[in-house]
């Protein structure tokens, strides 16, 4: 049993050195944004008070967020982590219990936020198809917008070995592996946790902890939007406004979402995505090959694989000590590795 079941992630927080710019990003990406006590918020709109914070100073990750079911839930893992619950002292109030995972990541867990004001998501088009056709005497005319950001969805961290951050994940939050992600039989480089909600749905992952060269940090942070129309018109308006496209549009294999990735001014990676999979506790783990980590069903390759993006030195190193590893492991040859 773990000491509490997160209900799902609450924010990201990160340092910026200009926060002009990093507003300017965040609007334009599709978040409503607001400063109080010397910080800027994004808010998407489901109500919750804010899904992305950005602090002045050096560009940095700072923290992930994530949310408790109940103010008790809090006080249980302040007495298991022998630390303080405290005042949150940020817009829509609440406490929150600051814990510091094993490679050193902030981990600020909530409860108690004020919730208001959620807009409801624009309606979902009737759309024909081949085997119906539901749409009639009725046009698309879509405008021309920034997607409509409903709600962060999930992130994703680099560790440094991915059985002892899973182990403390589990232990704390309850997260279960949706997908745990091999470079061979028995040697996994990572896997895509959900929250345990018991039989009510859940997104295909929360939290992705991946064991990957090069230095600790957050790879992406995700935002789910209001349906395909949505993102593909927040894409539009990205590229017109100039920001730096980093990957999609495509629709992903483990998680199935429609995706499409920005880089904030800072160098940040953000996810818009849409039509994700949802399972419920009884729904069993799964192994899927390190070759489903990048490809798509369809859509844009990932840059690496597009020549766009040749592999760093490191990424070679890495993969190249991982194949000798499972050649020890298996006492067999692998291709392309010398004896």
């Given amino acids: 049993m773990s000491v509490i079941r997160a209900q799902d992630i609450a924010h990201v927080r990160y340092a910026a050195p200009d926060l002009g710019a990093m507003r300017g990003f965040l609007e334009d990406f599709g978040l409503s944004c607001f400063e109080a006590g010397g910080r800027l918020y994004g808010k998407a709109s489901d109500g ?33 982590e022998g630390v303080a619950v405290e005042d949150l002292g940020e817009p829509g109030g609440g406490r929150i219990v600051r814990l510091t995972d094993p490679d050193g990541y902030n981990v600020e867990v909530i409860a108690g936020q004020t ?49 002892t951050s899973e182990a403390w994940y589990k232990e704390r939050f309850g997260f279960l592996t949706s997908d745990e992600v091999e470079a061979a039989q028995d040697v996994p480089l990572g ?12 997104d295909h992952h929360t939290l992705f902890l991946a064991q990957l060269p090069g230095e600790l940090g957050i790879l992406h942070a995700a935002f789910e939007v209001a349906n395909f129309d949505d993102l593909m018109l927040g894409h539009d308006h990205l590229k017109a406004k100039g920001r ?4 999609g549009v495509g629709r992903h294999i483990m998680g199935s979402q429609v995706f499409d990735y920005w880089k904030d001014p800072f160098g940040n990676e953000l996810e818009h995505w849409t039509d994700g999979d949802l399972f419920t506790a009884a729904d ?36 190249t000590a991982l194949l000798l590893r499972i050649k ?12």
Avoid: Y
């Fill in 48 to 80: 919750r008070p804010f899904v992305h914070v950005s602090e002045p100073g050096e560009a940095r990750f700072l923290a992930l967020g994530l949310r408790a079911e109940s103010l008790s839930d809090l006080d249980k893992l302040a007495k298991h």
């Fill in 115 to 163: 919730n208001d004001n959620a807009e409801p998501p624009p309606t979902d088009p009737d759309r024909n198809t081949a085997a119906a056709k539901p749409r009639f005497r009725s046009t698309v005319r879509l405008d021309a917008a920034p997607s409509h950001v409903r709600r962060i969805g999930h992130a994703v961290l680099k560790v440094r070995d991915f059985r």
């Fill in 191 to 202: 896997a895509f946790m959900r929250c345990d909600r018991g039989d009510q749905p859940a």
């Fill in 244 to 247: 730096k496209a980093a990957w």
């Fill in 284 to 319: 069993p783990p799964q192994k899927m090959p390190m070759s489903a980590l990048l490809a798509v069903q369809w859509g844009a390759p990932n840059p690496l694989f597009a020549g766009r993006m040749p592999p760093p030195p490191a990424l070679v190193s890495f993969f």
């Fill in 328 to 339: 020890r492991l298996f006492r067999r040859p692998v291709q392309g590795i010398p004896a």
